[in-house]
């Protein structure tokens, strides 16, 4: 789960495409495809969660 603080960034997950507002949550299930853009001009303040049997770093892949 990822929490937004303060900023409206644009959340994509496949083709879906919504503005998250200040303090809105939203899931990411495992392997999904996903972006978060920061549409405004100030920093974007992100709160990460992760959860299960495995929470390390070295699995991401990164997509252009």
Known sequence: MATVDIREPEFQMVEQIRVLKE???????????????NTGTDPLVIVEVQCGEYTGEDDIVRYD
């Open 23 to 37: 303090n809105e949550g939203c899931h990411i299930p495992v392997r999904h495809l996903h972006r978060l853009s």
